[in-house]
């Protein structure tokens, strides 16, 4: 099938009112404080996940919208989703370049923003799938990149992108199958997958065949897995723990007396929110941070800043917070 090409429109809008901030000493950093501070977005749609690109950060929603952040503001870049179908878009990853946004959502909703040229391409219903996706991985440069989809079944779809078009493989179910509820894939194309029975998995071949890497301690649901590579992978789960896994031994902090909702991390930083709405930092010495939020509405998602975008939690009701230094 010919995917359906769908031109961006840019919606621009202010929104007045004063921002509201608060400060968190930052570890190892002396007297250095940044502000968590709500940002103007052009909605009040329900955004479930975020991320960052080479042009900034971009996040999706409800009825489909997706968002980005250029160097200051947010706008609409696709109203409706990459179809136009206007399904909630539930979670997104991007390419190791930060040039394709994936985004997965209801219905089989599946599709890609590229952020650099301006355009989205839909790749919803792959086998025929209409089931909902709640969560997809990427690994690669765009336009060769791997992508993995999870749904609400605990099924596993894999695809290789060869340009404009992806060659999807057969479906599996990783784990204990209907339990599964969140899937990493590292640069190398090493996939992690979480389950509500304690349960985190790893293939080292793409996804063809899985191994139990633990965790017997655990005896909770695992809500996110965030993974760098082999030896670098954090799971998080619904008693406000993080569990990190070194490649051999997995280690244990308890940071919240609530679920944590998020967890994020590369090689030696991570960032977690409970859904109290309290979010932890860690960095090379542990999780030494912990900062209430602006009281706004549910955080649902976290990404980690880079030289073009802050570092952003984002939730119910078009809730946007920026960290600024």
């Avoid at 009112?17 to 502000?35: D, H, P, R």
């Avoid at 859904?275 to 542990?286: A, M, N, P, T």
């Avoid at 998602?301 to 802050?310: E, K």
Wanted: hydrophobic share 40%; aromatic share 6%.
């Amino acid at each position: 099938m010919e995917p359906d090409r769908v031109r961006r429109r840019t919606v621009l809008a202010a929104i007045g009112g004063a921002a509201v901030s608060v400060s968190a000493s930052l570890a190892g950093c002396g007297e250095t404080t940044a502000e968590w501070t709500p940002a103007t977005v052009p909605t009040d749609a329900t955004l479930y996940d975020v991320g960052t690109t080479a042009t900034g950060a971009v996040a999706v929603g409800e009825d489909g919208i997706v968002l980005t952040r250029g160097d200051e503001s947010w706008t609409v870049a696709l109203p409706n989703g990459p179809g136009g179908t206007a399904d909630t878009l539930r979670s997104l990853a991007v390419t190791n370049n930060g040039r394709a946004v994936w985004a997965a959502g209801d219905s089989g909703a599946l599709g890609l923003y590229d952020v650099v040229a301006d355009r989205a391409v839909d790749f919803s219903a792959p086998k025929e799938m209409t089931s909902s996706w709640t969560a997809v991985a990427v690994a690669g440069l765009a336009g060769e990149e791997r992508i993995t989809a999870l749904n609400g079944s605990g099924e596993l779809l894999h695809g290789q992108r060869d340009g404009t078009s992806v060659e999807w493989a057969e479906v599996i179910e990783p784990g204990t199958g209907s339990s599964v509820t969140d899937v990493d894939i590292t640069p190398l194309s090493y996939v992690y997958t979480v389950d509500t029975d304690g349960g985190a998995f790893e293939s080292r071949d793409g996804g063809d065949t899985w191994t139990r890497i633990g965790i017997d301690a655990a005896a909770i649901d695992f809500d996110a897995v965030a993974a760098v590579d082999s030896g670098a992978v954090s799971v998080a789960g619904g008693d406000g723990t993080v569990w990190t896994y070194n490649g051999v031994d997995w280690s244990r902090a308890s940071l919240a007396e609530t679920a944590i909702t998020a967890l994020v991390r590369n090689r030696y930083d991570a960032l977690a929110i409970a859904s109290s709405g309290e979010l932890f930092e860690r960095d090379f010495d542990g999780w030494t941070t912990q900062t209430t939020l602006p009281a706004q509405n549910d955080p649902l998602a976290i990404a980690l800043g880079t030289s073009r975008a802050p570092e952003l939690v984002v939730g119910e009701s078009g809730m946007v917070i920026e960290r600024r230094y």
